[in-house]
């Protein structure tokens, strides 16, 4: 099993300043781009799973791949 720690701390962006303002996702994860292989994985622990490779830089941007 996993765990998930949320704490309150102070989070900043990139540019040192603080995150007031919502944060949009820019990875797309929905029933199409599911692999034959991901088939029956709830979608919610697959999001997690692509969220967190990405994070790590495991996963490429889909614009990357094609170039």
Do not use: H, W
Request: aromatic share 6%; proline share 6%.
């Amino acid at each position: 099993g996993g765990r998930l720690l949320f704490t309150e701390a102070f989070y900043t962006g990139p540019d040192k300043l603080p995150l007031n303002e919502q944060l949009t996702p820019d990875l797309l994860v929905d029933e199409r781009s599911r692999t034959f292989l991901e088939k029956d994985v709830p979608m919610t622990d697959l999001i997690l799973k692509r969220g967190v490779r990405r994070l790590l830089g495991g996963e490429e941007d889909s614009a990357q791949k094609v170039a």
